[in-house]
């Protein structure tokens, strides 16, 4: 199913796709830098912030003949949890990792998928941590009883975290989406309602006045993905000045050393499965039979790349060149796709400037 914003996004132009892209990354950039200012103030390390600070200053892409495809190829981003930059791009990466295991899980093993949202009333910055704590204890001990041991097949879940400037308070709020038999549904035995999702919940968390979850089948595969993989704090990628530096501090100490992201049962096997077969890829190592039958479902890179970009920051926006890559590294770096008519490929040479490149500067 191809999505609203993917049909805009085709019909739009290689120069207009080109400034959105440059537009999104000095945003990105930007909004780092401010948040770099505000945990300056919350507790995190001189060494950690340095790297913060300099994460996407120096940029390289491979990208494919019309360079409205690009791909990271050596980039010093910093991996940093609390970082805009880095929190778009684990999303990213956790929605494809986790859109590709629900795809191995419905083929392989005939299951089908519920979405839930568990909440627990908003909590002061001093309570976040302890109230973290407890929510995670909380599911773990509903998982492990007798109920909801016989439905689940497998999950993957993750905590959001928002912060409400108004009230100067946070909402910790879990999202999972678990595999379940087809039968799940219609079977009354093994069938749990969403009242009773909500008395169990209750129960768990020692917390009657808990009233807002959410339990249903997925019917939107891609929408629930996107649920679940966005950044921890939409706030830190969207607007993080609205933090004051006493919420910024809660927020960071609270989530420091914290598991992001949880996968079990089938999620667990299957993304095992997937690194497998990543890591033997590099090392050249041959498949057993059973990774070659996931594999020939994994999704490929059908692209083919010609295209160099390198980016450094520098004064507020990024300059940034597009130097055509040689005959030996397009082959390189190509996909699983078929190359583009010779016709349509740059001009050999060894990474020198021709007529489609560009060197410019950036500012949003």
């Not at 909004?31 to 340095?50: A, F, N, P």
Request: hydrophobic share 30%; with cysteine.
């Amino acid at each position: 199913m191809t999505s609203k914003k993917q049909v805009i996004k085709k019909n739009k132009s290689p120069l207009e796709q080109e400034r959105e892209f440059w537009i999104s990354q000095t945003e990105l950039k930007k909004v780092g830098l401010v948040v770099v200012e505000m945990l300056s103030h919350s507790g995190m390390g001189e060494k950690q912030l340095q790297a913060l600070k300099a994460c996407g200053t120096y940029l390289l892409y491979k990208a494919t003949f019309d360079k409205t495809i690009k791909k990271n190829y050596r980039s010093n981003f910093c991996h940093n949890r609390f970082c805009p930059f880095c929190a778009v791009i684990r999303a990213r990466k956790d929605s494809m990792l986790i859109n590709t295991v629900m795809e191995l899980i419905s083929k392989k093993e005939h299951k089908k998928f519920i979405f839930g949202t568990l909440t627990v009333p908003n909590v002061p910055g001093e309570e976040l941590a302890d109230t973290i704590k407890q929510v995670n204890h909380a599911w773990k001990k509903m998982m492990a009883r007798k109920q909801f041991k016989a439905v689940n097949k497998g999950y993957v879940r993750k905590l959001e975290v928002e912060y409400n400037a108004e009230r100067n308070d946070f909402h910790p709020h879990l999202h999972f989406i678990m595999a379940v038999n087809w039968s799940y549904l219609t079977d009354k035995h093994y069938f749990i309602s969403q009242p009773l999702w909500l008395q169990q919940w209750q129960d768990v968390m020692g917390d009657s006045s808990i009233k807002e979850i959410k339990v249903k089948a997925v019917s939107d595969r891609e929408g629930s993905v996107q649920e679940l993989a966005k950044y921890e704090s939409k706030d830190i990628v969207k607007n993080p000045k609205k933090f004051t530096d006493g919420a910024m501090y809660y927020y960071y100490q609270a989530l420091k050393g914290k598991q992001k992201i949880s996968f079990n049962g089938l999620f667990r096997q299957y993304r095992s499965i997937i690194a497998t077969i990543e890591d033997k890829a590099k090392k050249g190592e041959e498949l057993t039979e059973k990774e070659k039958k996931v594999n020939e479902l994994l999704p490929k890179d059908m692209n083919t790349y010609y295209w160099w970009l390198q980016a450094n920051w520098a004064a507020g926006g990024y300059g940034h060149e597009y130097q055509k890559m040689t005959p030996e590294e397009v082959e390189q770096n190509k996909g699983n796709g078929v190359k583009d008519e010779p016709n349509n490929q740059p001009n050999s040479g060894k990474n020198g400037r021709d007529s489609s490149s560009s060197s410019e500067k950036t500012n949003s």
